[in-house]
């Protein structure tokens, strides 16, 4: 079903498993998705060949200098994950740099994920910061984007590690972040099913939450302008640089960091689990793997058919994981219930930076074609 538009017939992307159910897919004249057209537009920025080789070593340069005197080179943000586990691995060992570990606790780590991230930072022997929520602004806000019933019930933490990451980079005085995101592997996360938007953070918890946000960090777009063009802090998708097979990568960060695998994707964090196993596949029609499993066949990883076979069930969930969720929201099951059952709404409904992004789209574009934004950034939002 399409939510925009029920009356769309159902559209599967003839090279990879993105479909309709992506309300704003675009397919071309033989019906290749635009999120394939994105792919090819990162792959062509980061090649595996000798220029991808060239670019990093320049970057890499780049950083060093401006680390030059400081304690750290750069940020590194740390979740316990893989991803993570790897990004802190490649910058020390592979590239030779100094980071700093950041960790974001948003009262959700499972224990995996926190022996993870101290056996990470013991074996690289790394300084990490940990920046505790306050768990009753943040449960109020999780709850806040559970009533709204969009499918964006994850981006308080993602836009809040991001701006966790680029304050203690002011405070440190480190020009670079690493960000742990891999287009061969994770994907182009649509934009219908992860809405990144500081103002829409603060209207529905206008709307829908208890609390004022006095705790939370936020990533307005006065903050994008002030890191980015004040302080210049640049964020770089470093694994992009890199070939990422994960059985592979998990072989090495399980020998040299004594990593523990915790499962499904990013289900170091017990509400990430809940809510791509649970909520998302099940109220939302939105399956996190298809993404994944779309990259993995772009990057050669996965045929078709693998891919295809891999979402053919319905995402598995653990049937504890409800009655534990709702015991952290300090709610009755029932209650939690009756707040997931809302009828399914979008980041449309409320109000965000989109309209005007919307309507800023020829400058924006114009920037993106002169590299003063990332040109993937007007795809995502506006292509
Ligand atoms: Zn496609």
């Known amino acids: 079903m399409d939510m925009l538009n029920p009356e769309r017939p159902y559209q599967i992307c003839t090279r990879c498993i993105m479909d309709t159910t992506v309300p704003s897919i675009r397919f071309d004249e033989d019906g290749v998705c635009n999120f394939c057209e994105m792919h090819d537009i990162i792959a062509e920025q980061y090649p595996l060949d000798e220029r991808g080789k060239k670019k990093l070593d320049v970057t890499v340069a780049r950083i060093k200098k401006a680390g030059e005197g400081k304690k750290y080179d750069v940020i590194c943000g740390c979740s316990g994950g893989r991803d993570s586990s790897w990004t802190m691995l490649v910058a020390v060992k592979k590239l030779g740099l100094r980071p700093l570990v950041v960790h974001f606790d948003n009262g959700w780590n499972s224990s995996i994920a926190v022996a993870n991230i101290k056996n990470a930072c013991d074996a690289l022997d790394l300084d990490l910061v940990t920046y505790v929520a306050d768990w009753d602004e943040f449960r109020d806000l999780q709850i806040a984007f559970l009533k709204a019933s969009t499918p964006d019930v994850e981006v308080p933490t993602d836009v809040a590690i991001h701006a966790v990451m680029h304050k203690i980079a002011v405070e440190e005085g480190v020009k670079f972040i690493f960000n742990g995101h891999s287009f061969r592997t994770e994907g182009i996360a649509p934009k219908d099913w992860t809405y990144l938007d500081g103002r829409y953070i603060r209207d529905v918890q206008k709307l829908f939450g208890k609390f004022k946000l006095n705790h939370f960090h936020n990533f307005n777009l006065g903050d994008y302008f002030y890191y980015h063009f004040i302080k210049r802090i640049e964020v770089i998708p470093i694994l992009n640089f890199f070939p990422y097979v994960k059985k592979d990568v998990d072989k090495i960060i399980e020998a040299e960091l004594g990593w523990q695998n915790y499962g499904g994707h990013h289900?170091?964090?017990?509400?990430?689990?809940?809510?791509?196993?649970?909520?998302?596949?099940?109220?939302?029609?939105?399956?996190?793997?298809?993404?994944?499993?779309?990259?993995?066949?772009?990057?050669?990883?996965?045929?078709?058919?693998?891919?295809?076979?891999?979402?053919?069930?319905?995402?598995?969930?653990?049937?504890?994981?409800?009655?534990?969720?709702?015991?952290?929201?300090?709610?009755?099951?029932?209650?939690?219930?009756?707040?997931?059952?809302?009828?399914?709404?979008?980041?449309?409904?409320?109000?965000?930076?989109?309209?005007?992004?919307?309507?800023?789209?020829?400058?924006?574009?114009?920037?993106?074609?002169?590299?003063?934004?990332?040109?993937?950034?007007?795809?995502?939002?506006?292509?």
């Open 267 to 383: 289900h170091e964090s017990t509400y990430t689990k809940f809510i791509q196993s649970y909520l998302l596949p099940r109220k939302f029609h939105v399956d996190k793997r298809r993404t994944e499993n779309s990259a993995m066949i772009r990057s050669g990883y996965m045929t078709r058919e693998e891919a295809l076979e891999g979402v053919k069930e319905l995402y598995p969930y653990d049937e504890t994981l409800i009655g534990y969720v709702a015991e952290k929201f300090d709610m009755t099951e029932a209650e939690f219930r009756e707040i997931t059952d809302q009828p399914v709404k979008s980041f449309r409904d409320y109000k965000s930076y989109y309209p005007m992004i919307r309507m800023l789209g020829l400058p924006i574009k114009t920037a993106a074609q002169l590299g003063i934004i990332p040109r993937l950034l007007y795809l995502k939002f506006l292509g």
